[in-house]
């Protein structure tokens, strides 16, 4: 795979050994990501019960999780934002028993987010971000509502539980949000459809991690999972198509997805484009 001239060798799907390196966890619904520049950033948290699946994950990179400096959710549902609470009391818990040196994570405006300090006997917080309009999921814990695209959409919502563990939001994001703060050169693309306050993070270089904006094959990606199509569930379907639309206009080149993937530009530019034509 080539992207934007460099080269990527995986060393399983997603995974790329480049600076910086974007590692997958699969989990049991949804895909979770660690971004790792200067400091590492998950993306996303999975279902309810999954935050030890996700250090498992991530130690198998050999990555510290502890080293976790913000979880950024792309939308506020119960498969991506479940595991977020019991994460942020896991990764206090760690590092309590590691014993941490003072450091404060701070925002673009420089305000102070966490402090790190077993000095004082505070425990470590790791903050959690979301865009502004799917805030209010994330506080309440629920994913609803839920509007199906199809008939199988319809089916499977009968087994889904929109609920999840409440989170308060430390950080509210918006269109043009920069991690370069955590050593990533990647921006935050407001990209809603799915939901309100759906986000895709695009890096420098044209990889971007796009959450629900679209799926990967069929049966959250179980077969064909680098055919693009759109996912079960979508508020505003005609708002999705924009927002396709905008990520490719962006430069997207290969897209990382909550379910299924990756999927190429090309690809999916020619499967929707009778639909984002003249967008």
Same mark, same amino acid.
Request: net charge positive; with cysteine; hydrophobic share 40%.
């Given at each position: ?10 060393? #399983? ?22 971004? %790792? ?23 198998? $990179? ?9 979880? !950024? ?13 019991? %994460? ?6 760690? #590092? /309590? *028993? ?59 919502? =009968?087994? !889904? ?13 918006? /269109?043009? $949000? ?5 050593? %990533? ?12 306050? #759906?986000? #895709? ?8 991690? *796009?959450? /629900? ?5 069929? !049966?959250?990606?179980? $077969? ?8 079960? =569930? ?37 499967? $929707? ?7």
């Amino acid at each position: 795979m080539n992207l934007g001239g460099r080269s990527v060798v995986p060393s #399983s799907w997603g995974e790329s050994k480049v600076n910086p390196a974007i590692y997958p966890i699969r989990l049991r619904m949804s895909m979770a990501y660690v971004l %790792l520049g200067g400091r590492a950033v998950l993306v996303d948290s999975g279902c309810a019960r999954e935050e030890e699946a996700i250090l498992r994950g991530m130690r198998r $990179f050999n990555l510290a999780p502890e080293s976790v400096a913000l979880i !950024l959710h792309t939308h506020a549902h119960t498969d991506h934002a479940g595991s977020t609470r019991a %994460l942020q009391s896991r990764l206090a818990t760690l #590092s /309590d *028993a590691r014993g941490s040196r003072l450091a404060t994570l701070s925002d673009a405006r420089g305000s102070r987010l966490a402090t790190l300090s077993d000095a004082r006997g505070s425990r470590l917080h790791v903050p959690a971000a979301v865009h502004s309009a799917d805030a209010a999921k994330l506080r309440a814990g629920d994913s609803s509502p839920l509007v199906p695209l199809r008939f199988s959409s319809r089916l499977l919502s =009968f087994f !889904l539980d929109p609920r999840f563990p409440a989170v308060e939001p430390d950080l509210l994001i918006e /269109d043009g $949000f920069s991690l370069r703060e955590y050593g %990533l050169p990647a921006t935050v693309v407001h990209t809603p459809g799915h939901t309100p306050g #759906s986000i #895709s993070i695009l890096f420098d270089d044209g990889r971007a991690i *796009a959450g /629900d904006l679209m799926m990967g094959g069929s !049966l959250g990606g179980a $077969f064909h999972p680098f055919h693009p199509g759109y996912h079960y =569930f979508a508020e505003d379907l005609p708002e999705l198509r924009r927002s396709i639309r905008k990520l490719l206009d962006r430069g997207a080149k290969t897209i990382y997805l909550g379910h299924g993937g990756p999927l190429e530009a090309s690809r999916v530019r020619a499967h $929707f484009s009778a639909e984002i034509a003249g967008l």
